[in-house]
């Protein structure tokens, strides 16, 4: 039953941060999340702060709030004119700086401390329980269902409108679209991501399973519905093998989970290059008949 | 009624002032070239009318009304090159974007939206692209997508920006033909243009444009050797004859 609620876990995060991907590499804003992936900590101890509990809702508020404040300082420190790969180096390393001082000033004695929140620790989840409507699961269970759910909610109310805005943006304000509102509900549904993935894979290891599985499908998509399929499948696929290798091999779940998103990544990369490369061969072979 | 009427507009990025106090007045029913050098404004002054610069100050009116994106009276065709062209996608339904102002938030396009994207996209010649992936378009078969999924938006006021970059003279002329139809069906028409041989064959309205409106009507008018030194400045050496 351990096994079961872990590998379930890691399933829910592979799918979670695969969806949540897909729109990540579409609008090529890979570097955000890894800045949220690690100012959501600033939100996290700052609910913790002001409510005093380790309350999953209250943590979603914080990350969320959090997130939006990075998206949007990101923006403003780079429409001031700083290039937006330094601002988002500025921005997040000073709000992750915050928020480990706070933790550590504030939350010293308290199940929140830095090595966990960045590395995450899968293997604990199945003693941190919930009961919710008379259902017992574990509590990374319950925050990953949720979050999975919301994303999948925005995605189907929104998914022509994403789509567009994410393609061009200008044209879509151009025929009132609400891109600004799309762009920080979005921020917001990576930051509940992030939130979700912490207990599990930890803060540094989220970013390679939102990234990894969608980079991943991208390459050889036709449609934005295959990309969503297929970076499900990988996040999917990656977890249960991650999980296993480490089982087998003794050694980090997460860290090898991770490990196994970049390796499908490598492989895909590589068999594209060489059907890529047979075809051209064929095609010059056939061309001098 | 005017097309589209703009008083005192001036836009600054980083207080570098990049178009200073454009004044014009266009008629409906009008092919308009903008044209003016490198550098001019010229995508500003158009991202400026669409209200899409929050640093703009002046006044924009679009049928005699301060333009409201959500009334879709505006087709928007930017530059070729402002989008991604591996987005994975295909020809069709970026033709169907044009549709999704109409459709409206949380629902999906409908048959007849589909239809109209499918009409719009035979209107260009594209009809056998349907299901192509965009990236593997050519440069004006992607040119072509853009004007179709605009014509999907069935508006009253079309802006071009560069519709004949770097396309192909058949593309050059499919276009040509279908914005001088759409003037002929009463529609208004602004095209950011580049060679100044074709503006007199082309367009029957000439907006001159550095930093600021320079001088704007009817082609025959404005289009003279005279006003084209006072747009181009020293630049311009390879317009005798003409």
């Known amino acids: 039953m351990i096994e079961f609620w872990v590998v379930l876990t890691g399933l829910l995060v592979g799918i979670t941060c695969g969806i949540a991907g897909v729109f990540l590499i579409l609008r090529k804003m890979s570097m955000i999340a890894d800045a949220i992936s690690h100012t959501v900590l600033f939100g996290i101890v700052m609910a913790f702060i002001i409510t005093q509990t380790l309350n999953g809702f209250w943590m979603l508020v914080g990350a969320a709030i959090a997130g939006i404040l990075t998206a949007y300082l990101v923006q403003l420190l780079h429409s001031s004119g700083i290039q937006e790969d330094a601002a988002i180096g500025v921005v997040f390393t000073s709000l992750f700086a915050a928020g480990v001082l706070l933790i550590t000033l504030f939350a010293g004695n308290v199940h929140l401390d830095v090595e966990h929140v960045l590395m995450g620790e899968i293997a604990f989840v199945p003693w941190d329980r919930w009961t919710l409507f008379a259902v017992t699961m574990p509590k990374a269970v319950w925050m990953l269902l949720l979050v999975l759910l919301i994303n999948i909610a925005f995605l189907l109310l929104f998914f022509k409108e994403m789509k567009l805005a994410t393609f061009d943006p200008v044209y879509a304000a151009s025929i009132g679209i609400p891109v600004v509102f799309l762009h920080y509900g979005f921020m917001t549904s990576i930051s509940f991501t992030t939130v979700a993935a912490f207990d599990s894979v930890g803060a540094i290891l989220v970013v390679a399973m939102l990234i990894g599985p969608s980079a991943t499908a991208y390459l050889f998509s036709k449609t934005i519905k295959q990309m969503f399929i297929f970076s499900m499948l990988f996040g999917a696929a990656a977890s249960i093998v991650g999980y296993y290798l480490a089982k087998y091999w003794d050694t980090s779940i997460a860290g090898m989970m991770a490990a196994t998103v970049g390796l499908l990544f490598v492989v895909t990369l590589c068999s594209q290059k060489i059907i890529e490369h047979r075809r051209k061969t064929l095609v010059s072979k056939l061309e001098n008949m | ?242």
């Open chain 2, 1 to 242: 009624m005017n097309a589209l009427t703009v008083e005192n507009l001036s836009v600054a990025y980083d207080k570098k002032t990049v178009l200073d106090n454009a004044n014009v007045t266009v008629p409906i029913g009008r092919l308009s070239a903008i044209i003016g050098p490198n550098g001019a404004g010229k995508s500003t002054f158009l991202k400026a009318i669409l209200n899409q610069l929050p640093n703009k100050v002046g006044k924009v009116e679009i049928l005699g009304e301060i333009f409201e994106p959500k009334n879709l009276v505006v087709g928007y065709v930017p530059q070729r090159n402002a989008v991604d062209w591996d987005f994975p996608t295909n020809a069709l339904d970026i033709v169907l974007m044009g549709r999704y102002g109409h459709t409206g938030l949380f629902k999906r396009p409908s048959k007849q939206d589909k239809l109209l994207a499918q009409q719009a996209l035979a209107s260009v010649g594209m009809q056998d692209f349907a299901e192509r992936s965009i990236g593997q378009l050519s440069g004006g078969q992607q040119q072509r997508v853009f004007l179709a999924r605009a014509l999907a938006q069935n508006a009253d006021v079309y802006f071009l920006d560069e519709p004949f970059a770097g396309v192909d003279a058949a593309t050059e002329k499919t276009i040509i033909d279908i914005l001088k139809n759409l003037k002929a069906q009463g529609k208004s028409i602004f095209v950011v243009h580049h060679d100044l041989q074709t503006v007199k064959e082309y367009f029957d309205y000439t907006i001159l444009l550095n930093k600021t409106i320079l001088a704007s009507g009817a082609t025959e008018e404005v289009f003279t050797p005279q006003q084209l030194q006072k747009t181009y400045g020293g630049r311009l050496f390879m317009m005798q004859g003409m």
